[in-house]
């Protein structure tokens, strides 16, 4: 459906521990690096998370209403992406758990990374 998702960092090295760990549960791994840009992904092609430093040199900001939403097939490992995330400082916007107005198998959690990007992992499976 789409070739990548893109994210600004402020300090890529550190981005890149806090989403080595926080991506680990799906499997999603680093795909290449450079000076600019950590992209992740499964293995063997898209689509991709990248992380970058803005094209433009200036600081990064968030948008708001702007979300990034990675799937998970099971709902174990929304709730293990969210744990790591909330170890590497990420900033709780909303633990784990279903919610059904969405639809009734909808699990997800929500968080904010270390430049304050909002991020959704989420699970359409019912256990």
């Not at 969405?102 to 699990?107: I, Q, T």
């Amino acid at each position: 459906m789409y070739s990548h998702t893109t994210i600004g960092a402020n300090d890529l090295a550190r981005a890149r521990v806090f989403y080595d760990a926080v991506l680990t549960p799906l499997s999603l791994e680093v795909r290449f690096t450079d000076e600019d840009m950590v992209g992740y992904g499964l293995p063997g092609g898209r689509p991709q998370f990248l992380v970058v430093r803005p094209f433009d040199r200036a600081e990064p900001s968030v948008g708001n209403g702007s979300m990034i939403a990675l799937l998970a097939p099971r709902r174990a490992l929304v709730d293990a992406c969210y744990e790591l995330a909330m170890k590497q400082g990420g900033t709780d916007e909303g633990g784990p758990g279903l919610r059904p107005h969405y639809h009734r198998n909808y699990y997800g959690a929500y968080f904010r990374d270390l430049d304050g990007n909002k991020i959704c992992i989420c699970s359409h499976h019912a256990e």
